[in-house]
């Protein structure tokens, strides 16, 4: 049985922690209400269309409290939405993945390839997303494999160019080891190569995967007939600037969670001090 004490000692642990969780909020929620209070003030002008706050959730709380719903054809929720721009993130993403890594590493250990190649990286990294989009409909022909092979150019260099860093960056110490134990090529990528190299490949995936949801939201508003951002077309032709604005939280939101997860998967597998 718990004395008196230990009871109040418990108690007086979970305030503090919560005390300390709060603070650490407390910041944030200011922000969020700084922005909100603006955007408010922003919406009374009278030479505004800008909704105010609560006229968002007022006139789409149909979709904010079913995003589960599918009545047919385009007619369904979010979460169906998003669940078809996620699938073609996913795709376009792991193609990325699988050039991109093997490339970064091949640059950087070939100097006759690294010539060849990176003249090509710099003449085409700078190219946007939508850019991209009438040579993807005209060599695929249809919309689906168009926005996915916009997402994987889009985010492929940041892949390529972080992969290849972290292996120029691959201290020399760790080369001479490799040598003087006679490792085998295999051996050399797996035990040496790869751990040093692991964070600066996370930190390109990380930047991609940003950019994938970004490309993804454009290639939509003008390749496809599902996802958010067909949404956000069907609710502009509609002049429905109410949905416009929810459809820009739940990108952001869900980009947010994206972020975080590739975040935490990184921490758990790159090697840490």
Aim: charged fraction near 15%.
């Amino acid at each position: 049985m718990y004395s008196q004490l230990q009871y109040r000692n418990f108690f007086q642990r979970i305030a503090k922690g919560s005390s300390q969780k709060l603070k650490q909020l407390l910041p944030s929620i200011f922000g969020i209400c700084i922005f909100l209070v603006i955007w408010h003030l922003l919406s009374l002008r009278p030479d505004t269309s800008l909704p105010s706050p609560f006229a968002v959730i007022t006139e789409t709380w149909d979709l904010i409290k079913d995003p589960f719903f599918h009545k047919g054809g385009n007619n369904k929720g979010f979460f169906w939405l998003i669940l078809a721009s996620l699938n073609r993130v996913m795709l376009g993403y792991s193609l990325a993945i699988l050039i991109g890594i093997p490339i970064g590493f091949i640059i950087s250990l070939n100097s006759f390839c690294k010539k060849a190649i990176d003249p090509l990286i710099q003449l085409l990294r700078p190219v946007a997303p939508l850019a991209w989009l009438p040579l993807a409909q005209a060599v695929f022909l249809k919309p689906n494999p168009s926005a996915i092979f916009v997402i994987c150019i889009t985010a492929i260099w940041p892949i390529i160019l972080n992969t290849a860093l972290g292996v120029s960056l691959v201290p020399k110490d760790y080369i001479n080891v490799s040598k003087i134990a006679g490792l085998s090529a295999f051996e050399h990528f797996y035990k040496i190569l790869l751990p040093a190299t692991l964070p600066y490949i996370f930190t390109g995936l990380r930047i991609a995967l940003g950019l994938s949801w970004l490309a993804v939201v454009a290639a939509e508003m003008l390749l496809s007939d599902d996802g958010i951002g067909f949404f956000i077309v069907d609710a502009y032709n509609n002049a429905n600037i109410h949905e416009i604005i929810l459809a820009i939280f739940y990108l952001g939101g869900c980009g947010l969670i994206l972020d975080k997860i590739m975040g935490y998967i990184s921490e758990k597998v790159t090697p840490q001090e």
